[in-house]
C-alpha cells in the first residue's frame, strides 16, 4: 500500500518550488537591463512580462504554503524535478513573446535546452534576435549550469539540513565545503571567476577577428557562457563557425573542457591539490575515451577523405569531437555535413562520445566518466577474480578526490544510470525511427538530447512532430536531473492519485 | 553558301527564341545560375572546386582580415524580406576581398535586414586554405540591394499585461509582508515546525 502524501508535503514542495521560480524571475533583470540599454523595447516588455509572472507564481506559492518543516529526501527530491518544470514552462514567455517560436511547446523546448545546458534550439531566424533576448538564451545555460537550485540555494534560501536533499535532486552529489550553501557559493565563485577571465580573452579575440569592440564584448561574454556551461548555444546560427577563427576555437575548446570538470576536482585544484588532476578517475576515464573515440573519428573522415589534410581533420574532428564528448555541443560545421560529408562510422563515434560524457557534479551531462569507470574498474576486478586463486581476495580502489574501495553500491549506483540513459536514448531513437528518419541520424540526436550535448545532425528542427519535441524536453530533462528525482516525481503523483 | 548560312541564321534565332520562352515560362531556369545555401551543403561534392553564383543578406558583421575578409550570407526566406517565420536560417560563409567587403553598409540584425549581396566565386566543400571550413571564395561581390532598417513598434498589450502583472506581484509581495509581520507580532497562526 503507498501512502497518499500528506498536506504538509504538498505545502513543502510548493513553498521551497515559489522560492526557486521567484529565483528564475530575478534571472530576468540581467536581460531586461540589456533591453534598456540597447532601447530594446518590446524585449524589455516581453521580460518584465516573464519576470512578473515568476515572481506573481512564486509568491503566492510562497504565501499559500507557508512552511517551516525541513524536507525529507522524497519532498527534496520532488522539489528539484518539479521546479524545473515550472521554471521552464514560467521562463520561455519572453521567449514565446519574442514572435520567434511557432508554438509555446518550441519556446519550453529552448528553456528545457538553455537550463539542462542542451544547445538543441526550435528558434526561427536566430541571426534577427535581439541582444536581450540572446542575453537571456545564454544566461539560461550559465544559471543552468551551475543548477537553478544551487542558485536558489545561494542568495533564496537560508541553511536547512533539507536543502543538501534539492542539492541532490539536481544531479550533483559533491560537497566542497562541510555546508550545503557554502558548497553552493563555492560554485558560484568557481563560475564567476572564470566568467570574468574567459569573457576578457574572448572579447579580446573577438575584436582582433575583426568585430566591433560593443559586439565583440557582447560575443565574448555569451560565447563564455554557453562554453563554460558546455552548453552550445551560439549567439549566430552558423555557431562556433560564424567566427572562422582558430584562436576562438581553441580558447572555446580548453574552456569547455575545464567546465566539464568536477567542481570537486576545481575545489581541489584551487585549494593547493594540484596531483588530483593526474589521479582523479573521471580524468583518467575522459582522455581516454576521447583517444579511443577520435581514433574512430579519424578512421571514419580518412576513408572517405573528407577533409584535405591532418589539420583540417583535427580542427574538425577533434573539436568536434570533445564538444560532443564535453556534451557542449559547439560546432564549426553545418548540420547537414555530418551526414552529408563525415559519414555513419564518425558520428556513431561522436554519438558514443556524446553518451559517455564528461565528470559528475560539472555542467556536463552523458553517463559521466566517474561511472564509466566504476564500471570498467568493477569488470577488470571481475577478470582478476577469474584469473587469480580462488582464495584470493580481491580490492578495487578508484581515486576520486581520495581512494575509495570500490564497491558492489557504487556498480549498482552507476550501472543504475548508465541503463537508464540507455533506456532514455533508446526510446527517443525508435519513436525518431517510427517518424521516418534514417536510424544514425534519429540516434545521434536522441543522444544528443539525452546527453545534455546539443550537437544536431538536422533532425531536430521546427518541422519535427510535437511527440518527439515532447519526448526530446522529456530526455533533457531526466538526462540534466539524472533520473532519481523524476523517479520521486512520479513516485509522488502516483501516491497521490492511487494511496490511502 | 549563303543557302548554309542564312539556315544557321534562322535556326540559331529559333533556339535563342526557345530558350528565352522557356526562361520566361520557368524563371528558375533563368536563375539557374544563383545556387542555393541548402543545396550545396547536400551536393557539396558536386559543386566542390566549382565557380558559383550565390546571393543572399549578408548578417552579423563584417570581419576584415587584412587584405580580405569574412562574411556571412544568408540565402532563406528572412533574407527576401519576410519577417513570417520559415524555419532556421541558412546561408553561406563568403571569403572575399575587403575592398568588396567595404561595400557592404547595412548588415542583417534585430533592426536591419542586411544589404543583399551577389557572389561569383569557388565554392569549397572543405577549404584547404580554412582548416576545412565550407566556403566560397568570391572573384566578385556585388550589393543588389541595400538594407533597409526594420521598425518594432511598442505593442499595448504587452505593456498592459506588464502593469497587470506588476499590480499582482506587488499585491502578494505586500500581503506575504503584512504575513510575516502579523506572525512576528503573533497575530497571525505559526505553522507547524
Same mark, same amino acid.
Given at each position: 500500500?503507498?501512502?497518499?502524501?500528506?498536506?504538509?508535503?504538498?505545502?513543502?514542495?510548493?513553498?521551497?518550488?515559489?522560492?526557486?521560480?521567484?529565483?528564475?524571475?530575478?534571472?530576468?533583470?540581467?536581460?531586461?537591463?540589456?533591453?534598456?540599454? /540597447?532601447?530594446?523595447?518590446?524585449?524589455?516588455?516581453?521580460?518584465?512580462?516573464?519576470? %512578473?509572472?515568476?515572481?506573481?507564481?512564486?509568491?503566492?506559492?510562497?504565501?499559500?504554503?507557508?512552511?517551516?518543516?525541513?524536507?525529507?529526501?522524497?519532498?527534496?527530491?520532488?522539489?528539484?524535478?518539479?521546479?524545473?518544470?515550472?521554471?521552464?514552462?514560467?521562463?520561455?514567455?519572453?521567449?514565446? $513573446?519574442?514572435?520567434?517560436?511557432?508554438?509555446?511547446?518550441?519556446?519550453?523546448?529552448? $528553456?528545457?535546452?538553455?537550463?539542462?545546458?542542451?544547445?538543441?534550439?526550435?528558434?526561427?531566424?536566430?541571426?534577427?534576435?535581439?541582444?536581450?533576448?540572446?542575453?537571456?538564451?545564454?544566461?539560461?545555460?550559465?544559471?543552468?549550469?551551475?543548477?537553478?537550485?544551487?542558485?536558489?540555494?545561494?542568495?533564496?534560501?537560508?541553511?536547512?539540513?533539507?536543502?543538501?536533499?534539492?542539492?541532490?535532486?539536481?544531479?550533483?552529489?559533491?560537497?566542497?565545503?562541510?555546508?550545503?550553501?557554502?558548497?553552493?557559493?563555492?560554485?558560484?565563485?568557481?563560475?564567476?571567476?572564470?566568467?570574468?577571465?574567459?569573457?576578457?580573452?574572448?572579447?579580446?579575440?573577438?575584436?582582433?577577428?575583426?568585430?566591433?569592440?560593443?559586439?565583440?564584448?557582447?560575443?565574448?561574454?555569451?560565447?563564455?557562457?554557453?562554453?563554460?556551461?558546455?552548453?552550445?548555444?551560439?549567439?549566430?546560427?552558423?555557431?562556433?563557425?560564424?567566427?572562422?577563427?582558430?584562436?576562438?576555437?581553441?580558447?572555446?575548446?580548453?574552456?569547455?573542457?575545464?567546465?566539464?570538470?568536477?567542481?570537486?576536482?576545481?575545489?581541489?585544484?584551487?585549494?593547493?591539490?594540484?596531483?588530483?588532476?593526474?589521479?582523479?578517475?573521471?580524468?583518467?576515464?575522459?582522455?581516454?575515451?576521447?583517444?579511443?573515440?577520435?581514433?574512430?573519428?579519424?578512421?571514419?573522415?580518412?576513408?572517405?577523405?573528407?577533409?584535405?589534410? $591532418?589539420?583540417?581533420?583535427?580542427?574538425?574532428?577533434?573539436?568536434?569531437?570533445?564538444?560532443?564528448?564535453?556534451?557542449?555541443?559547439?560546432?564549426?560545421?553545418?548540420?547537414?555535413?555530418?551526414?552529408?560529408?563525415?559519414?555513419?562510422?564518425?558520428? $556513431?563515434?561522436?554519438?558514443?562520445?556524446?553518451?559517455?560524457?564528461?565528470?559528475?557534479?560539472?555542467?556536463?551531462?552523458?553517463?559521466?566518466?566517474?561511472?564509466?569507470?566504476?564500471?570498467?574498474?568493477?569488470?577488470?576486478?571481475?577478470?582478476?577474480?577469474?584469473?587469480?586463486?580462488?582464495?584470493?581476495?580481491?580490492?578495487?580502489?578508484?581515486?576520486?578526490?581520495?581512494?575509495?574501495?570500490?564497491?558492489?553500491?557504487?556498480?549498482?549506483?552507476?550501472?543504475?544510470?548508465?541503463?537508464?540513459?540507455?533506456?532514455?536514448?533508446?526510446?527517443?531513437?525508435?519513436?525518431?525511427?517510427?517518424?521516418?528518419?534514417?536510424?544514425?541520424?534519429?540516434? /545521434?540526436?536522441?543522444?544528443?538530447?539525452?546527453?545534455?550535448?546539443?550537437?544536431?545532425?538536422?533532425?531536430?528542427?521546427?518541422?519535427?512532430?510535437?511527440?518527439?519535441?515532447?519526448? /526530446?524536453?522529456?530526455?533533457?530533462?531526466?538526462?540534466?536531473?539524472?533520473?532519481?528525482?523524476? /523517479?520521486?516525481?512520479?513516485?509522488?503523483?502516483?501516491?497521490?492519485?492511487?494511496?490511502? | 553558301?549563303?543557302?548554309?548560312?542564312?539556315?544557321?541564321?534562322?535556326?540559331?534565332? %529559333?533556339?535563342?527564341?526557345?530558350?528565352?520562352?522557356?526562361?520566361?515560362?520557368?524563371?528558375?531556369?533563368?536563375?539557374?545560375?544563383?545556387?542555393?545555401?541548402?543545396?550545396?551543403?547536400?551536393?557539396?561534392?558536386?559543386?566542390?572546386?566549382?565557380?558559383?553564383?550565390?546571393?543572399?543578406?549578408?548578417?552579423?558583421?563584417?570581419?576584415?582580415?587584412?587584405?580580405?575578409?569574412?562574411?556571412?550570407?544568408?540565402?532563406?526566406?528572412?533574407?527576401?524580406?519576410?519577417?513570417?517565420?520559415?524555419?532556421?536560417?541558412?546561408?553561406?560563409?563568403?571569403?572575399?576581398?575587403?575592398?568588396?567587403?567595404?561595400?557592404?553598409?547595412?548588415?542583417?540584425?534585430?533592426?536591419?535586414?542586411?544589404?543583399?549581396?551577389?557572389?561569383?566565386?569557388?565554392?569549397?566543400?572543405?577549404?584547404?586554405?580554412?582548416?576545412?571550413?565550407?566556403?566560397?571564395?568570391?572573384?566578385?561581390?556585388?550589393?543588389?540591394?541595400?538594407?533597409?532598417?526594420?521598425?518594432?513598434?511598442?505593442?499595448?498589450?504587452?505593456?498592459?499585461?506588464?502593469?497587470?502583472?506588476?499590480?499582482?506581484?506587488?499585491?502578494?509581495?505586500?500581503?506575504?509582508?503584512?504575513?510575516?509581520?502579523?506572525?512576528?507580532?503573533?497575530?497571525?497562526?505559526?505553522?507547524?515546525?
Amino acid at each position: 500500500m503507498i501512502p497518499r502524501p500528506r498536506l504538509a508535503d504538498f505545502k513543502v514542495i510548493g513553498f521551497y518550488s515559489g522560492k526557486i521560480v521567484f529565483g528564475v524571475g530575478l534571472l530576468m533583470v540581467v536581460p531586461l537591463v540589456v533591453a534598456l540599454l /540597447f532601447r530594446e523595447w518590446n524585449p524589455a516588455l516581453d521580460f518584465l512580462i516573464g519576470m %512578473f509572472s515568476c515572481f506573481s507564481v512564486g509568491l503566492l506559492l510562497q504565501i499559500v504554503c507557508f512552511t517551516r518543516r525541513d524536507l525529507t529526501w522524497m519532498q527534496g527530491l520532488v522539489i528539484a524535478s518539479f521546479s524545473w518544470l515550472l521554471a521552464v514552462v514560467l521562463g520561455a514567455m519572453p521567449h514565446y $513573446l519574442s514572435g520567434h517560436f511557432g508554438c509555446y511547446l518550441d519556446s519550453c523546448f529552448d $528553456l528545457m535546452s538553455g537550463y539542462t545546458t542542451t544547445g538543441l534550439y526550435l528558434l526561427q531566424d536566430l541571426d534577427h534576435i535581439s541582444h536581450s533576448l540572446n542575453t537571456w538564451r545564454h544566461l539560461l545555460t550559465y544559471a543552468g549550469g551551475q543548477g537553478i537550485i544551487v542558485i536558489a540555494l545561494t542568495f533564496l534560501i537560508r541553511g536547512t539540513a533539507g536543502a543538501f536533499k534539492m542539492y541532490v535532486g539536481e544531479g550533483k552529489e559533491e560537497k566542497l565545503l562541510p555546508n550545503v550553501i557554502q558548497t553552493a557559493r563555492a560554485i558560484w565563485l568557481v563560475s564567476l571567476v572564470y566568467l570574468g577571465v574567459g569573457s576578457l580573452v574572448l572579447w579580446v579575440i573577438a575584436v582582433r577577428e575583426g568585430m566591433s569592440l560593443v559586439r565583440g564584448f557582447l560575443h565574448g561574454v555569451w560565447v563564455f557562457m554557453g562554453t563554460w556551461s558546455t552548453g552550445g548555444f551560439a549567439p549566430q546560427s552558423y555557431n562556433i563557425g560564424y567566427y572562422h577563427s582558430l584562436p576562438l576555437e581553441m580558447v572555446t575548446m580548453i574552456i569547455f573542457v575545464i567546465g566539464s570538470f568536477n567542481f570537486a576536482l576545481h575545489w581541489a585544484i584551487w585549494t593547493g591539490n594540484r596531483r588530483e588532476i593526474y589521479r582523479n578517475i573521471e580524468v583518467v576515464s575522459f582522455f581516454l575515451t576521447v583517444m579511443m573515440t577520435f581514433t574512430l573519428v579519424v578512421v571514419g573522415l580518412m576513408r572517405l577523405g573528407t577533409y584535405p589534410d $591532418l589539420m583540417a581533420i583535427f580542427r574538425k574532428g577533434f573539436y568536434h569531437l570533445v564538444s560532443g564528448h564535453t556534451t557542449t555541443g559547439f560546432m564549426t560545421i553545418y548540420s547537414r555535413e555530418l551526414v552529408r560529408q563525415w559519414g555513419d562510422l564518425a558520428m $556513431l563515434a561522436i554519438a558514443i562520445a556524446m553518451a559517455i560524457g564528461a565528470s559528475a557534479c560539472s555542467t556536463a551531462g552523458g553517463f559521466k566518466g566517474l561511472r564509466v569507470g566504476i564500471i570498467f574498474k568493477a569488470l577488470f576486478q571481475d577478470i582478476k577474480r577469474i584469473v587469480s586463486p580462488e582464495t584470493a581476495v580481491i580490492v578495487q580502489k578508484f581515486h576520486h578526490i581520495r581512494d575509495i574501495i570500490l564497491e558492489e553500491k557504487h556498480v549498482r549506483g552507476a550501472m543504475f544510470i548508465v541503463l537508464s540513459f540507455v533506456g532514455v536514448h533508446a526510446t527517443c531513437t525508435m519513436l525518431g525511427v517510427y517518424y521516418g528518419y534514417p536510424a544514425v541520424q534519429a540516434l /545521434f540526436d536522441a543522444v544528443s538530447a539525452g546527453s545534455n550535448t546539443g550537437l544536431s545532425c538536422g533532425v531536430v528542427s521546427p518541422a519535427m512532430p510535437s511527440l518527439m519535441k515532447i519526448a /526530446f524536453i522529456a530526455a533533457m530533462w531526466m538526462g540534466r536531473l539524472e533520473f532519481m528525482a523524476i /523517479f520521486a516525481l512520479v513516485g509522488f503523483i502516483v501516491a497521490a492519485v492511487r494511496g490511502k | 553558301m549563303t543557302t548554309s548560312r542564312s539556315f544557321v541564321i534562322r535556326h540559331s534565332s %529559333f533556339v535563342i527564341g526557345l530558350l528565352c520562352c522557356l526562361m520566361f515560362l520557368n524563371p528558375g531556369l533563368a536563375a539557374a545560375e544563383v545556387v542555393s545555401s541548402g543545396e550545396l551543403v547536400e551536393r557539396c561534392q558536386f559543386y566542390d572546386g566549382k565557380v558559383v553564383t550565390f546571393r543572399g543578406e549578408v548578417v552579423g558583421d563584417v570581419m576584415i582580415r587584412g587584405e580580405f575578409a569574412w562574411i556571412n550570407v544568408n540565402d532563406d526566406a528572412y533574407s527576401k524580406g519576410s519577417r513570417k517565420l520559415a524555419g532556421y536560417n541558412s546561408g553561406q560563409s563568403i571569403w572575399c576581398r575587403a575592398d568588396d567587403a567595404k561595400l557592404i553598409e547595412v548588415t542583417g540584425d534585430y533592426r536591419h535586414v542586411g544589404d543583399i549581396v551577389e557572389v561569383r566565386g569557388m565554392f569549397n566543400r572543405a577549404c584547404p586554405e580554412h582548416g576545412g571550413d565550407m566556403d566560397i571564395h568570391a572573384n566578385e561581390v556585388r550589393v543588389v540591394r541595400r538594407g533597409r532598417s526594420i521598425s518594432h513598434p511598442i505593442e499595448n498589450g504587452k505593456i498592459r499585461a506588464a502593469s497587470i502583472l506588476f499590480v499582482i506581484s506587488f499585491a502578494l509581495f505586500a500581503l506575504g509582508r503584512i504575513l510575516r509581520w502579523r506572525r512576528l507580532r503573533g497575530r497571525a497562526p505559526e505553522p507547524e515546525a
